[in-house]
């Protein structure tokens, strides 16, 4: 049996048809499509999309309404529809012959709407039934877009005639159009959308169009739409991109007959240089959580994560649980805040935990795909928008995947050379499909999506290039490094410790390559960053690589200059963690390659180095020598910065003779070069200096002052080896006068920074003192001068056995006295009047030998 009723010769059911076809259309279905889906025949769609069925079984209309997944009030239309009766056409059915004969006779530059796809001749205006029956498609909440709706709404109440939105497949482009024309029907607008697929012909847009607005042909929607009083239209059309020639030309011939109609396209490609007038509007993926850690409350806030766990809670019975955020927030960061990553992921929490999800889909977040057998995955998303690019856009796209954090255009340059001829086009037309995101002020601002950053690095192996793009990344960050490195000192440090940085990933990832294909190159790369590695506490992991290079027989044979600039890089990161002694005799070999090559910058850094390895030692001499080699080698350079760190360096043996005065003046006038040349981290330096002497010679109200100053100047440049020693003069100065309270605080300040315990047992020793625990004392000093041995200051260990000699039982203070003796006799060092004053309470001894330990400072 036929599931249609009677056979409608005379057209009246045009009203249902043209119902049904706007449905269809709106929701982007083929004939075949909607037909499949009803369990109907193609035969019997096309009849009643013709209107020749002018009662269709109730049956059918369900079956319909069922596949066009209406519901509500939509759903009620749509079937009250198909009981409506529309008039009669003026030719009572017939074929309207003399009317195309009419259109026929037009001026050639007249471009006429064709009629509905498979109607002939035109359809009568639609009831009013039919007209409630054109709903809007239902789509799910956004969340995280009611600014862009708002401001979307505005624009195109105000400004725009026609606003693109546009981005990667899978950013929510249609979820948006479509929520902002369901937020212009409240505010009273008549709107309407048009799904394009691939096969759309400009006939069967004006077609769709004509029926969604409930009228016969496009040509009448300006009689509509375009007098006075006419309520404000929008038409949504949905994925322009797919069908562009055809979209374009249907959107043209729009604008210049309704020009009243507002329309908001969505494409992933831009369509502002294509389409005059349009405004594109780049739809971003959603807000992730970033930075600390957040609490509960706050991470449900955070877009992506309230998408994800409401699509969640479709799926699942319970909510997400607090204890389940962390894990989310972590996921949805790796899906790059993707809406479509997001309901694809949340979708699989019907089965799994989210642990198991996280564990699964990763790294490997391209493999996510609807649940439905027939349900596409993420990577064919992305590869729909890698298939708009030419070949040498796409080349590009895959060159650009070493890169794993953010860059620049100069970086971007670098690496393309020889790829492609104009690269500023190329990231222009990646930007704009979405592949490539804009983040943040600043060159380094530039970075693929993660699920861009998987596609591309596939096809990069698949073409065979990864190991080429591998190495010319390696070579465009090391020029980069190198660069940037030289900028560690003076006032632009922070400038350039903010971009190594940005550019973290992008080092270990050249690093991990070239230390085991190129370790010549990887030498070279190391070599640049121990000054950004001690600013950052990462020694130890620099050190045990240079370490390792150095002593790889393949860079044997490179460069004696990279050499010594890798051996002055692993001296300065031993010398952070107390090793500097290791580094010695290679150091000094490395300090005559740098001066043979006039390296001056190599040479002062050196030295310096050396100087502080000499003195951790007890060698003043050699440690004088060094200093004032650089002194020389500075002043005859012209390097004013350079100057202050000798003269700085220097202040300590003007101490050892007793000269504190001598000393600080010194001090000064190194903190006032360092405040002409813009150092804002050697000015903090020397001030922390300054404290250091302030202290040990009783002023503890000035070294107070000096020290917080200094700590707060340190913390802001993140230096951690110098924020630990003016954390141990402030600390040490509260708990000498008595300041418990503040001494503690400066204790917990001192637990979160590496490297801090001697430090910490200091001021735990000089704590314990004032309150009379001397056994508590004894063991805070011992634990001092252990950890304080051959590292930067043999004085801070002077220090630690004076107070243990003072506060230990007999059998301790003996063992105390005896290295004290020995630390004496190898450095020169004489007790200050404060460490005679401790002595003199247990044993009635006098010295007047006056001895003060400063921060000792690399070039």
Known sequence: MSPVADHDPRNAGAGFAATLRASRLARGLTQDELAARAGLGV??????????????????????????????????????????????????????????????????????????????????????????????PTMPPLVGRDADIAELLGRLGTQAEVIALIGMAGVGKSGLAHAVAHRAVEAGWTAVSVT??????????????????????????????????????????????????????????????????????????PLAGVLPGALDWQVQPLEVPVGRRLEPAALREVPAVALFVERLRAVRREPARDDELSTIAELVRRLDGLPLAIELAAARGRVLELGELLARYGNRVLDLAATDPAGRRLRDAVADSYALLAGHEQAALRRLSTFRGKW????????????????????????????????????LRFRLLDVVFDFAAERCADAGELRAARLRHAEVVTRTVVRTSAEL?????????????????????????????????????????????????????????????????????????????????????????????????????????????????????????????????????????HNEAALTLAIRAGRPREIAVAQNNLAWHDVLAGDLGTAGRRLEGAGRRALDVGDARLRALTEANLAEIARLDGRFD?????????????????????????????????????????????????????????????????????RGDRPAAAAAFETAANFLAARDDVRDVLEALVGLAASAGPAGRERALSDLAGVRERSGIRLLPREHRLLDAEFGRTDEDPLVALVHLPT
């Not at 913390?715 to 003069?729: K, S, Y």
């Open 43 to 136: 035969r019997t769609l096309r009849e009643l999309e013709r209107g020749r069925v002018a009662r269709p079984q109730r049956n059918t209309v369900a079956l319909l309404a069922d596949a066009l997944d209406l519901t509500g009030p939509a759903r009620d239309a749509f079937l009250s529809s198909a009981t409506s009766r529309a008039p009669l056409p003026p030719n009572g059915g017939r074929h309207d012959n003399v009317a195309r004969r009419s259109r026929a006779g037009k001026p050639a530059d007249v471009v006429e709407p064709p009629v509905l796809a498979g109607l002939d001749p035109p359809l009568p205006a639609p009831s009013h039934a039919a007209r409630t029956a054109l709903p809007l």
């Open 196 to 269: 394009v697929v691939n096969v759309s012909e400009p006939t069967d847009i004006f077609s769709a169009v004509a029926a969604v607005f409930c009228v016969a042909r496009a040509e009448e929607l300006g009689e509509r739409f375009g007098g006075p009083g006419a309520p404000p239209a929008l038409l949504v059309l949905d994925g322009v991109d797919r069908a562009p020639r055809a979209a374009l030309e249907a959107i043209a011939w729009l604008r210049a007959r309704v020009p009243a109609v507002r329309m908001l396209l969505t494409s992933r490609q």
């Open 702 to 770: 000035e070294a107070i002052a000096l020290a917080r100053r200094a700590a707060t100047a340190i913390a802001e440049v993140g230096d951690p080896t110098h924020r630990v020693r003016v954390l141990g003069t402030l600390g040490q100065a509260y708990a000498e006068t008595g300041q418990v309270g503040e001494a503690s605080a400066v204790l917990a300040e001192l637990a979160a920074v590496p490297g801090s315990a001697g430090a910490a047992a200091l001021v735990s020793g000089y704590l314990a003192l004032g």
């Open 408 to 443: 620049s255009v100069e970086l971007a340059e670098a690496l393309l050379d020889g790829v492609v001829d104009d690269v500023e086009a190329v990231l222009d037309r990646l930007v704009g499909l979405g592949l490539v995101s804009v983040r943040g002020p600043g060159d």
């Open 489 to 625: 000192t003076g006032p632009g440090t922070a400038a350039a410790v903010l971009r190594l940085d940005y550019l973290n990933s992008d080092i270990r990832t050249a690093l991990r390559y070239t230390s085991v294909r190129e370790p010549e190159l990887a030498l070279r790369l190391v070599g640049a960053i121990p000054r950004w590695c001690r600013l950052r506490g990462r020694d130890v992991e620099a050190y045990q690589l240079l370490h390792r290079l150095l002593r790889d027989r393949r860079t044997q044979g490179c460069d004696p200059a990279t050499r010594a600039w890798a051996q002055v890089g692993a001296a300065m990161l031993a010398t952070a963690h107390g090793r500097g002694v290791e580094e010695l005799c290679a150091t000094e070999a490395a300090l005559l390659v740098l001066a043979e090559r006039g390296d001056v910058t190599g040479e002062l850094t050196a030295r310096a180095l050396l100087a502080g390895i000499w003195q951790a030692l007890g060698g003043s001499d050699q440690a004088r020598a």
